[in-house]
């Protein structure tokens, strides 16, 4: 008689370990794959939504021979630059409006807007720039002032929305806004990072527009 042969389906331990190993490699693969691509989505929206600010910017400047002030240029309720824009977007990630940097001026000559990419190889990154290096992306006016520029750090994570921006840097004053109809200083929020309620100004005076309550500074949150 012959005897069948008895056949076994286990696993030994190593084989165990070894198909774990793949598993784990493999979901760590679609992991940072999925991040980078939802990175490069939110980016791609920044720089989509800077550029269509920049173009009703430009649009208001034609018709009136001036930037706006940054009153119109918020997101929130978004309409001050109807009808060149429907609405101001905000950040995807932080909801906030993008920062507007302008000549001090009632009648502004020149416009920056500033954001921080959250992918930091992306090549339109120049390095930390803006108040305090706090941003990495901007877009601006033709005759805006030139930029300083620090190099990001190797290896750096970069400011990527974190608000992390120039690390060690000191906090940037010189920010004012109407409160309770009053013109006052107010603080930089590096979470923002930005001035921390909109609309602000560069002017310590907020150009005399505390009388309307419609231009009360309104935290961001």
């Known amino acids: 008689m012959i005897k069948g042969k008895k056949n076994s389906f286990g696993f030994t331990l190593t084989e165990l370990l070894i198909v774990i190993s793949i598993i784990t490699f493999l979901a760590v693969l679609i992991t940072v794959y999925l991040r980078t691509q939802v990175l490069k989505g939110n980016d791609a929206k920044r720089k989509g939504d800077m550029h269509d600010i920049q173009v009703a910017v430009e649009e208001y400047e034609k018709d009136n021979d001036c930037y706006p002030l940054p009153s119109l240029v918020v ?5 001050g630059l109807k009808p060149y824009i429907n609405k101001v977007p905000c950040d995807p990630q932080t909801k906030a409006s993008y920062f507007y940097d302008y000549e001090d001026s009632l ?3 020149w416009y920056k ?6 992918n930091v190889k992306d090549k ?4 930390l720039i803006g108040p305090g290096n ?3 992306y901007y877009v601006s006016s033709p005759n805006a002032p030139g930029e300083s520029v620090i190099p990001l750090p190797s290896g750096s994570s970069g400011s990527g929305g974190s608000g992390s921006g120039g690390g060690d840097q000191k906090p940037v004053t010189g920010y004012y806004g109407c409160l309770s109809g009053i ?3 107010i603080s930089w929020d590096p979470a923002r990072p930005g001035p921390e309620c909109d609309p602000n100004f560069q002017n310590s005076t907020c150009y005399g527009q505390c009388a309307n309550p419609e231009l009360e500074c309104q935290k961001w949150k």
């Open 75 to 79: 997101c929130n309720p978004g309409d």
């Open 107 to 109: 009648c502004p000559s």
């Open 113 to 118: 807007i500033y954001t921080n990419l959250e």
């Open 124 to 127: 339109d990154i120049p390095g």
């Open 134 to 136: 706090y941003f990495n």
């Open 183 to 185: 013109c006052s200083a």
